[in-house]
């Protein structure tokens, strides 16, 4: 009986779905310190709320049946995406784990990493590393360092470090969780796509374009591969392969690649098949993007993408039973293409027959507020999210600090910003608030509504946060001091 609870136990936590993704060892020791004889559970709590669980914990000696009931009960917080009450039901399990199997064993790595995994999704992304961290130092001691258990902490790991804003770190760990697919699993596999993605957005963050561009190529030859006699099968990695030429900047390709996912539904299942819409929708939208040529600067193209558009709401109006939330955003859509195109009488009477629609009822109601209530970006650029040197420092880097750029602004009925003020802090990065006040000044709004009609709408605040280092603080102040005296010396 014991040996098959252990087993059950197991297999609970290997199911466990990894939920940190889509958007990412040898560095590992600058995280943690070595595992040796007791695991160190990293935990965000202050020393009082500590002492307070240790005084409301159960003193009775846990059993198994207390550890599958309470990972149960932590696999239904995170489904129900309750990360607060996750957080605590998982280390739980944790002590749980230590105190039953031992702390160098499969289910303390697992239920570390499960606890990880949480505070990842809580942002919590040093406490997140340490314990992935911990759960694969585990794994290499009971097994070896290219057994298969340890993609999955490997790539959580990763994912950490990209939230931490280290994607050069990232890289390193997801190339090796890589490596071992390959190992265990030969260099084909299709396992490896989420890793692959998860290392081409390290690529992206890193600047290097080519890179990304590589590993998107690479992901695309393995879904090719696996897809081979099933072209609708191919769809969704088609749809994820034009999203990060998107992210990549690689507009062009991203079009091709939706042309091609809907040429395959034609083919497939005729022209007028509602899973038209969503690829349609997203072709359209990638004419608000552009490939700079040179050196030079383009307006956004936005002229060819009205055909599309059109052609979505077509479809969503003349599908029997189509959702009619996917219609209004269908519709919204075209509208906000309008707003772009300053085709405002158009785009009014579209906004007018959306809140209509959405006023049928408690359950539109509440998504009509939602989607019209306020200012919405029709389309956006990307901001960095970190200094140059904060994002391709070396492996050491420990003086990584949070900056922020705050944005207050007015979107008028046109959709387009006015009355628009930055902040830096530090006030030093006055290069990172001239990024984010030009990109914010040159984007397109959906306008805020009220009554199916467009309204001047003020008071928007957009705060964006970026990594930075310690150092760069220090470095910019001196040239200051420098400027003042040559100035001072001249005068």
Not at 63 to 76: G, K
Not at 224 to 252: C, E
Request: with cysteine; net charge negative; aromatic share 8%.
């Amino acid at each position: 009986m014991t040996m098959l609870r252990t087993r059950n136990f197991a297999v609970l936590l290997l199911g466990m779905p990894f939920a940190c993704f889509g958007q990412e060892a040898g560095e590992a020791e600058e995280w943690t310190d070595t595992f040796e004889q007791t695991v160190p559970v990293a935990d965000d709590v202050t020393s009082t709320e500590a002492t307070a669980t240790t005084e409301d914990a159960d003193p009775a000696p846990p059993t198994e049946d207390a550890v599958l009931s309470e990972f149960a009960r932590f696999q239904r917080l995170l489904e129900e995406k309750n990360y607060d009450e996750a957080d605590t039901s998982a280390k739980r399990v944790v002590q749980m784990s230590i105190e039953i199997y031992g702390p160098q064993s499969h289910e303390t790595a697992r239920a570390l990493n499960n606890l990880a995994i949480v505070q990842h999704n809580n942002q919590q992304y040093d406490a997140a590393i340490q314990n992935f961290t911990s759960a694969i130092e585990i794994l290499e001691i009971i097994e070896d360092r290219l057994n298969e258990q340890l993609v999955n902490p490997l790539k959580g790991l990763g994912a950490a470090q990209l939230g931490r804003g280290r994607p050069d770190l990232a890289s390193r760990t997801l190339n090796r969780a890589r490596h071992i697919t390959h190992v265990n699993e030969g260099p084909h596999n299709i396992e490896q796509v989420e890793i692959l993605e998860s290392l081409a957005e390290a690529q992206v963050r890193l600047g290097d374009i080519e890179a990304a561009r590589d590993v998107l190529d690479r992901i695309h030859i393995l879904n090719v591969r696996h897809f081979r006699d099933d072209a609708m099968g191919l769809l969704p990695s088609l749809m994820r392969r034009a999203s990060w030429q998107h992210r990549a900047g690689y507009y062009n390709d991203e079009r091709a690649t939706y042309r091609r996912a809907v040429r395959i539904i034609e083919q497939s299942a005729g022209r007028e098949d509602p899973r038209l819409v969503d690829p349609l929708l997203r072709l359209g939208r990638s004419f608000y993007f552009f490939e700079p040529v040179g050196d030079s600067m383009q307006r956004p193209i936005t002229s060819s993408g009205e055909l599309f558009f059109k052609r979505a709401v077509r479809i969503a109006e003349t599908t029997p039973d189509f959702p009619w939330l996917e219609r209004a955003t269908t519709k919204l859509a075209l509208a906000d293409y309008y707003i772009v195109a300053e085709s405002h009488n158009r785009a009014r009477r579209i906004y007018k027959e959306v809140w209509t629609d959405l006023s049928a009822g408690e359950d539109r109601i509440q998504m009509r507020d939602e989607l019209m209530g306020k200012p919405v970006p029709v389309w956006e650029e990307p901001l960095p999210n970190s200094t140059n040197a904060a994002g391709s420092g070396g492996p050491r880097v420990t003086d990584l600090k949070t900056g922020t750029i705050t944005v207050n602004y007015t979107v008028s009925a046109r959709g387009r910003v006015r009355v628009l003020e930055t902040e830096a802090n530090p006030i030093e990065f006055r290069d990172m608030q001239r990024v984010v006040h030009r990109e914010i000044r040159r984007r397109a709004f959906r306008p805020q509504l009220v009554d199916g009609a467009p309204v001047e709408s003020g008071g928007q605040v957009f705060r964006h946060e970026f990594t930075y280092r310690e150092r760069e603080i220090e470095e910019m102040r001196r040239k200051e001091e420098a400027l003042q005296t040559a100035d001072g010396k001249k005068t």
